[in-house]
């Protein structure tokens, strides 16, 4: 089956500073991707829709200025998480649309912890 | 609005004990229902996916069945290594760009 990876796996970060997480796809082309966010002992909330040469559509309540989305080619889309605060500490999980069989496909998460 | 309700929240059985997770959907337009198995601190597995009412799946000790309303996930004689966060999903639309929508989820812990 096709194959999302994330990078980095974790990450610990100062307060204020910005972290970047890498969403791949390794063997099929993703015209979209998606980013979810979930908290402990709570379901994937969709951030946002991240669209291949286009501007991400975000969901309502999820800062766009804060949580930038870039998806510069079709195996790759980033998420920066810009000045982060503790209250950012989640587990950001990615997936990405395969164009040839047409179904979604997770990447592994990235747990990230703002200190 | 497109909504996905599981139930129970969580749930625990005896090695050998079968039971059903429920998930209610409301969506206008539904491409697929999707089951998910979640191990902590990673990302969902995929199990299956359903189009239209009437359709059943089996895996393993797993069999999904969907309706215009909900869908099941029957676990048949669970063993501890079933133990996880099963997450219903909800796709509208007509392609893999459409966005997926998610249950809350159950927590199923099998004991030995």
């Known amino acids: 089956g096709a194959v999302v990876s994330q990078h980095p796996s974790w990450v610990i970060c100062k307060s204020g500073t910005s972290v970047k997480i890498e969403c791949r796809s390794l063997?099929?082309?993703?015209?979209?991707m998606f980013w979810y966010r979930q908290f402990p002992k709570q379901s994937l909330m969709l951030m946002a829709t991240?669209?291949?040469?286009?501007?991400?559509?975000?969901e309502q309540g999820v800062e766009k200025d804060k949580f930038l989305i870039n998806h510069a080619s079709l195996t790759l889309s980033t998420l920066t998480v810009t000045s982060a605060h503790p209250e950012d500490s989640s587990f950001y999980i990615c997936?990405?649309?395969?164009?040839?069989?047409?179904?979604?496909?997770f990447g592994p998460g990235t747990r990230l912890t703002v200190t | 609005e497109d909504q996905v309700t599981q139930s129970p929240e969580a749930l625990r059985l005896q090695e050998g004990e079968s039971s059903s997770l429920n998930c209610s959907y409301t969506?206008?337009?539904?491409?697929?229902l999707f089951w998910y198995r979640q191990d902590p601190g990673k990302g969902p597995e995929f199990l299956f996916t359903?189009?239209?009412a009437g359709e059943e799946k089996e895996k393993e000790r797993l069999k999904a069945t969907l309706t215009k309303k909900e869908s099941f996930l029957h676990i048949t004689a669970p063993k501890p290594e079933d133990s996880a966060t099963y997450l219903c999903?909800?796709?509208?639309?007509?392609?893999?760009?459409?966005?997926?929508?998610f249950g809350s989820g159950t927590r199923l812990s099998i004991r030995p």
């Open positions: 969506v206008s337009g539904l491409r697929g």
């Open positions: 999903a909800v796709q509208a639309g007509y392609s893999s760009a459409s966005k997926i929508i």
């Open positions: 063997d099929f082309q993703a015209t979209t």
């Open positions: 359903l189009y239209s």
């Open positions: 991240s669209n291949e040469g286009s501007k991400a559509t975000y």
């Open positions: 997936s990405a649309g395969d164009r040839v069989d047409d179904e979604q496909y």
